[in-house]
Nanobody, 122 residues
Framework: QLQLVESGGGRVQPGGSLRLSCVAS????????VGWFRQAPGSEREADSC????????AFADSVKGRFTISRDNAKNTVYLQMNSLKPEDTAVYYC???????????????WGQGTQVTVSS
């Protein structure tokens, strides 16, 4: 059973940083693309970033380019999202998802985590 658990969320002031973790259990992340998504209240879930199965290719939404980085440690079965220069509009629940070989989408995925809340506020 593919299980994902996100952690690392919290409350931070504008301009601050957080590092989110997505830990997989019940399967190995090798060969899985992993994506990070956000969902703000009243909004649809949208993709922020993705790292492919080999870890060689990453992608980012325009809104987070230059501020967020994604990395994976297959030995720890974990993917990280480093978020810098956070803005109030980054406030949302952040989810990770996986898809075999490819980056997951909101409609194409093998598993989702339960999410972690990120609040950016002064």
């Amino acid at each position: 059973q593919l299980q994902l658990v996100e952690s690392g969320g919290g409350r931070v002031q504008p301009g601050g940083s957080l590092r989110l973790s997505c830990v997989a259990s019940g399967f190995t992340l090798d060969y899985y693309g992993v994506g990070w998504f956000r969902q703000a209240p009243g909004s649809e879930r949208e993709a922020d970033s993705c790292i492919n199965g080999s870890g060689g290719t990453t992608a980012f939404a325009d809104s987070v380019k230059g501020r967020f980085t994604i990395s994976r440690d297959n030995a720890k079965n974990t993917v990280y999202l480093q978020m810098n220069s956070l803005k109030p509009e980054d406030t949302a629940v952040y989810y990770c998802a996986v898809r075999k070989y490819f980056c997951p989408g909101t409609e194409e995925f093998d598993s989702w985590g339960q999410g972690t809340q990120v609040t950016v506020s002064s």
